[in-house]
């Protein structure tokens, strides 16, 4: 039995130390993908003989976002503006529903299902609606961002509202506690994976709301300039107006996770 | 629950719809609203009713873009996501990419596929298919890895081949998540199809809300918002009805 511990330590001591860092043994195969995607790219174009027009080499959908990059900046931080603001107000509009709904429940079997109808026609439906009543400046697509982001936060908020154990709730309630003190000591601290899973999703549909609104009418913002350049048929440019939105919407998902994650240690 | 309880919970809800189009008419009558502010439902209907076969071909147009892009969508999915499960190499090397494409509007590629396949059904329901495809692999690809391996390792020792244990193991303790992803892949298949539309179609219902808002026509466009809404519904009702035939063993709560 203790001639087969010596035997293997040795191996097993070498494999770990041949074995590849974990970072790079998680970060080759995606990078490969790229490669080979990018590879895949290039050979279509040159086998096909493929113009620019149909699909432009990546070292010039580059070059164009270099170029117009002051262009292309201005029309993100449009973009990056509405959802983010679109966004902040709806999760505070959520969270602040979320928690009049737990306190006055008659007032959640009422008013939720209104909710629940008016959000069950796709966001986008109403995106005609919102130019015509607000116009195609910003103003239009903050609202609607709004509005979705709140569903969203509403409906995990009160799920994670719930969640608390009645047993706890009883227990504090039995220690002279008011619902408010429930609500700030226990209910919402125990809300709070929920409610950050919902923002996180949240986030994405907001950058993708403000995207697709501004592609309907806009006067400026990332969705504007994809529909722009589509109309006046310039392909590199709508080809680097989608890589800007797809490169900012990756940059605030992976910022809102990254402080879920801080924020929420205990889940 | 008991029955009292369940119908003092489903009860809003079902008065919810009815409730609500009542007062926005009685307002809209009340305060004297002009239509061309905030039609009343009312007038919404009879709007619906006096142009069916536009507003019937519009509807249809939509969901045969969506409902295309749709399955298609969920077929290549499935594949996917059993091709990942199969092959570990594949799963690391794209898997990261399906999941960052859940985080990034590629709706905005739409533009593209419009430019690339012209105005008719094909793009849009080449757009419904990809905004299905990505979440569809990535959850049969969850529900598959969620297979206990004791559960696989036994049909093995009894001899089942790798095809037997997909299909009679791994594919149906899957189905939940899939049809998770069937109904998520559904309302974004839609949506692809109605922005899809905005890039100079002639007809669905894209078109509609389109027109509707060039035109300051409330009526038409409040018609096109309902009829959204209720092809959402339909579609919804459909895959759950699926659901419930396919996956009946499940517990629904």
């Known amino acids: 039995m203790s001639d087969a511990t010596v035997t293997t330590t040795p191996t097993r001591v070498a494999m770990q130390r041949r074995a590849t860092p974990r970072w790079l043994a998680s970060f080759w195969p995606p990078a490969l993908a790229a490669l080979l995607i990018f590879a895949a790219w290039e050979g279509a174009i040159w086998w096909f003989h493929l113009p620019n027009f149909v699909l432009p080499h990546p070292a010039e959908i580059v070059g164009v976002a270099v170029q117009n990059h002051e262009q292309l900046a201005a029309d993100t931080a449009v973009t990056v503006v509405e959802s983010l603001s679109g966004y902040v107000l709806g999760s505070i509009m959520g969270l602040v529903v979320a928690i009049i709904f737990v306190l006055i429940p008659r007032l959640e079997h009422v008013l939720l299902p209104v909710y629940v109808v008016v959000n069950s026609v796709p966001m986008i439906a109403y995106g005609p609606l919102a130019i015509i009543y607000l116009g195609i400046g910003s103003a239009s697509k903050i609202v609607l961002v709004t509005i979705a982001v709140s569903y969203t936060v509403l409906i995990n908020a009160l799920a994670g509202l719930r969640s608390t154990d009645p047993r706890a709730i009883d227990l504090l309630r039995t220690f002279g506690a008011t619902r408010g003190t429930v609500l700030v000591k226990l209910r919402l601290p125990a809300a709070m994976p929920a409610i950050f899973s919902g923002l996180r999703v949240a986030v994405v549909h907001a950058m993708i709301l403000a995207v697709v609104l501004e592609m309907l009418g806009a006067n400026a913002g990332l969705g504007w300039a994809v529909y722009k350049s589509t109309q006046m048929m310039s392909f590199v440019e709508a080809w680097s107006a989608v890589a800007a939105s797809v490169l900012a919407s990756l940059v605030i998902y992976l910022v809102v996770s990254w402080v879920a994650r801080r924020f929420v240690w205990w889940s | ?253």
């Open chain 2, 1 to 253: 629950m008991d029955a009292p309880a369940v119908r003092a919970r489903l009860l809003p809800q079902l008065l919810a719809l009815p409730a609500l189009l009542l007062l926005w008419e009685a307002s809209v009558r009340g305060l004297a609203v002009s239509p061309d502010k905030l039609p009343a439902p009312s007038t919404v209907l009879a709007t619906i009713w006096a142009a069916h076969t536009i507003f019937a071909q519009a509807v249809g147009t939509t969901l045969y873009e969506a409902v295309l892009g749709l399955v298609a969508g969920t077929l290549f999915g499935v594949a996917s996501g059993v091709l990942f499960s199969r092959f570990r190499l594949l799963e690391r090397m794209f898997l990261p990419y399906f999941v960052a494409s859940q985080a990034v509007p590629i709706i905005a590629f739409g533009a593209i596929i419009i430019l690339w396949f012209g105005n008719g059904v094909v793009s849009k329901a080449l757009i419904a298919f990809y905004l299905s495809f990505f979440p569809v692999a990535v959850n049969t690809l969850v529900g598959i890895h969620g297979v206990p391996a004791e559960q696989v390792g036994l049909l093995r020792t009894f001899g089942a081949s790798p095809l037997t244990i997909l299909l009679r193991l791994q594919l149906p303790a899957a189905l939940p998540a899939i049809f998770t992803a069937v109904r998520l892949g559904a309302s974004l298949a839609l949506v692809g199809a109605i922005v899809g539309e905005w890039f100079g179609a002639t007809r669905g219902l894209g078109v509609v809300l389109l027109t509707a808002m060039y035109e300051y026509r409330m009526t038409y466009l409040w018609a096109g918002i309902l009829l959204t809404g209720l092809t959402g519904v339909a579609l919804f009702v459909v895959i759950a009805a699926l659901q419930r035939r396919i996956a009946w063993w499940q517990v629904e709560t």
